[in-house]
């Protein structure tokens, strides 16, 4: 990989752990989020500890602005740099009946974990195309295999990303550029206090972001399009196949207000 790597969501959670792993490979980084303090820190961590001298560029950004994603597109082009792998980590969720959310709340979800990777996919990608190399990962979630009463905006998104990325992945066969779905479960991050969730389970379901975003990384590398994260994930999305979808979406449902202690 000759230049960048541009991940979203990258001060915290498995966005950091992407660029810890990328800034360790030597791999130049173009990191985005909300909190310019919070990369500024991390920016200096990663120079200070993984890779001294290693060209790392910060834009703030808040993808959940439905022209946030132009104008990071923008900000990058405006400073000549090339992307090479685009990371959509960046995400949101909320908790709760769907009838109880504010719309304002809805669209940030729908904006900030479907239209801002499009956007982002769509600028980044030809130019990729142009110089025969290069991917996406999309960060999806074991949510996008079925339906997910308790968090029904939030899994039909990633069910859309999921979908775009398959896509894309067809569409980009034998222009050197790949697109992967990295799809975890529960992992060790700051989303479910975002979301409003208060977990019940044993720390031995979760992940760690570290071990997520090493799991997306060898994805890529592999040219898979579709990788879920941890054996137990990837037994349970299996079920999609088996089972029809009124079933599963009653399944996660219930295993979900379960797991909240609900």
Not at 158 to 167: G, H, N, R, V
Request: glycine share 10%; with cysteine; net charge neutral.
């Amino acid at each position: 990989m000759n230049g960048f790597a541009l991940v979203t969501g990258a001060s915290r959670g498995i966005g950091e752990a992407f660029a810890r792993l990328l800034a360790a490979d030597g791999v130049p980084l173009i990191l985005v989020a909300r909190s310019g303090d919070d990369l500024s820190r991390l920016k200096a961590s990663l120079l200070a500890d993984v890779a001294p001298g290693l060209e790392i560029v910060v834009i703030e950004a808040d993808l959940a602005d439905v022209s946030a994603a132009a104008s990071l597109a923008d900000a990058v082009e405006s400073r000549n740099l090339d992307v090479d792998l685009l990371i959509n980590n960046a995400g949101v969720g909320a908790y709760g009946p769907f009838l109880n959310h504010a719309e304002a709340r809805l669209l940030a979800i729908q904006t900030l974990n479907m239209v801002a990777p499009t956007m982002l996919c769509r600028h980044f990608l030809p130019k990729m195309v142009e110089r025969g190399s290069g991917g996406v990962i999309n960060v999806a979630s074991t949510s996008a295999f079925q339906p997910t009463p308790g968090m029904a905006a939030y899994g039909a998104t990633k069910s859309y990303l999921l979908s775009l990325t398959e896509a894309l992945a067809i569409e980009l066969e034998g222009t050197g550029v790949t697109a992967t779905a990295l799809c975890p479960g529960p992992t060790k991050t700051h989303f479910m206090a975002v979301a409003d969730m208060s977990p019940t389970l044993d720390d031995r379901f979760f992940e760690s972001a570290d071990a997520v975003a090493r799991t997306g990384l060898a994805a890529f590398r592999a040219g898979r399009t579709v990788q879920v994260s941890g054996a137990m994930n990837w037994v349970g999305a299996q079920g999609q196949r088996l089972l029809p979808r009124k079933t599963l979406a009653r399944i996660s449902g219930r295993i979900l207000k379960r797991s909240l202690g609900g």
